[in-house]
């Protein structure tokens, strides 16, 4: 995610600026926009291949299961791709002198990698499942747009303490209904633990940013899941088994991570005390 304040100061000095064709330097895109629609790129394109790799198949009665597999897979990875630019826009605009429309870029961009994207693959999969469920799936793919719409929105609005998110970031989100959907258990727990998933979005659970260490971590955790899924699509011996691994993992991470943001906010609490008192004493 992108500070706004940064933004805003940079927009205004931008506006006094202009190159030599007599644009305004604010009109511009900088490097971590790039990254950003790069981001909405990649969640435009798992649309696609949700579209042409598992509804039309389904449809149509054409294409074997491997053929799904591999585009399933496909789809799973332009997110977690997606996910990856993400992670980066904010870096770099931290880094580097970022555009005023990077902020709004952002938010378009999540809506379509981490809004849009997931709740079609929720939509898609309970076309396949079966038609008594479609209903069911249709509100639950629904409950996901809308869950990242306003969670976006909030973002765009809320101040929150510097390090933590209010409610689980989009990115994480589309990762973990995917995650549910990829471990293919009973229709009603799934799309129970769905709308769970949205709700927590929506939810006051903070969670911790993902900056320096965490930073890595969440980097390394992409990169292990993207070649979980690989092996997954290429039926590589046991490559299911780490498939359903790697998604109950996404599950547990999704619970504890806010336990960090926890303990950092008791330890905050204890260390004002602690002031308080050194200050009280003196």
Same mark, same amino acid.
């Given at each position: ?12 000095a ?26 909405a790129? =990649?969640?435009?394109?798992? +649309?696609? &291949? *949700? *579209?042409t790799g ?5 449809? *149509?009665?054409?294409g ?9 897979? *496909? ?6 791709? /997606? ?45 396949? !499942? ?26 765009? =609005? !809320?101040?929150?303490?510097?390090? !933590? ?21 009973? &229709?009603?727990?799934?799309?129970? $633990? ?10 006051? +659970? ?10 890595? $971590?969440?980097l =390394? ?5 993207m /070649? ?5 699509? &290429? ?12 998604c ?6 999704? $619970? +504890? ?20 008192? /050194?200050?009280?004493?003196?």
């Amino acid at each position: 995610m992108i500070d706004r304040k940064s933004r805003a100061a940079w927009a205004e000095a931008d506006d006094e600026e202009a190159d030599d064709d007599g644009m305004p330097l604010s009109m511009r895109l900088s490097i971590a926009d790039t990254l950003t629609l790069s981001n909405a790129t =990649c969640g435009f394109l798992a +649309v696609y &291949f *949700t *579209t042409t790799g598992i509804l039309i198949p389904h449809l *149509t009665n054409s294409g074997d299961a491997g053929v799904v597999r591999n585009n399933a897979a *496909t789809a799973v990875l332009l997110m977690l791709l /997606a996910s990856v630019f993400d992670l980066f826009d904010g870096l770099v605009a931290r880094k580097l002198r970022a555009s005023p429309m990077g902020a709004e870029l952002d938010n378009l961009s999540d809506l379509i990698s981490f809004g849009l994207a997931p709740a079609y693959f929720v939509l898609v999969w309970g076309m396949v !499942v079966g038609d008594v469920h479609e209903p069911l799936s249709a509100l639950a793919a629904t409950v996901v747009l809308l869950a990242v719409i306003l969670r976006l929105a909030r973002f765009s =609005c !809320v101040t929150m303490p510097n390090g !933590v998110f209010q409610g689980m970031p989009s990115p994480f989100g589309a990762l973990t209904v995917v995650s549910i959907v990829l471990l293919e258990l009973p &229709f009603t727990p799934t799309l129970l $633990a769905i709308v769970g998933v949205a709700w927590l979005m929506v939810s006051r +659970v903070e969670y911790p940013k993902p900056r320096g260490t965490l930073a890595v $971590a969440m980097l =390394c955790w992409i990169v292990l899941s993207m /070649a979980l899924l690989t092996a997954w699509a &290429f039926d590589a011996p046991g490559g299911l088994l780490m498939l359903q691994t790697g998604c109950s993992l996404q599950l547990v991470l999704g $619970a +504890v991570i806010p336990l960090f943001a926890m303990v950092r906010r008791v330890y905050a609490f204890r260390d004002n005390r602690r002031e308080a008192r /050194a200050a009280a004493d003196t």
